[in-house]
Nanobody
Framework: QVQLVESGGGLVQAGGSLRVSCAASGRGFSSSIMGWFRQAPGKEREFVAA????????KYADSVKGRDTISRDNAKKTVHLQMNSLKPEDTGVYYC??????????????????WGQGTQVTVSS
């Protein structure tokens, strides 16, 4: 089982940058596909980015492509999402998720087995 704890959220002005991080514990992190999702009030949870177990492959939602970068450090059991040129529509709770047995970078929440509690990101205009 994988336990996930997010950190690094906060309030930032539009155009600014923020890095959210996810620390994992338990077994299986280094072989898991990791993803970031976000959920705005009244909206469904949506895919942001995903990274393969070795960091070789990444996938991004069109809305963040070119602005966000996902990375991981298997030795430290961490995954990060660097967000640049933030917009008010990036506001939401950001969740880290792990897919223990996946073979591709899923974009649906149902592809992921384990979730963190989330960290709030608020972008002011």
């Amino acid at each position: 089982q994988v336990q996930l704890v997010e950190s690094g959220g906060g309030l930032v002005q539009a155009g600014g940058s923020l890095r959210v991080s996810c620390a994992a514990s338990g077994r299986g992190f280094s072989s898991s596909i990791m993803g970031w999702f976000r959920q705005a009030p009244g909206k469904e949870r949506e895919f942001v980015a995903a990274i393969s177990w070795n960091g070789e492959f990444t996938k991004y939602a069109d809305s963040v492509k070119g602005r966000d970068t996902i990375s991981r450090d298997n030795a430290k059991k961490t995954v990060h999402l660097q967000m640049n040129s933030l917009k008010p529509e990036d506001t939401g709770v950001y969740y880290c998720a792990a897919d223990r047995d996946g073979s591709r970078l899923g974009t649906s929440p149902t592809n992921y087995d384990y979730w963190g509690q989330g960290t709030q990101v608020t972008v002011s205009s």
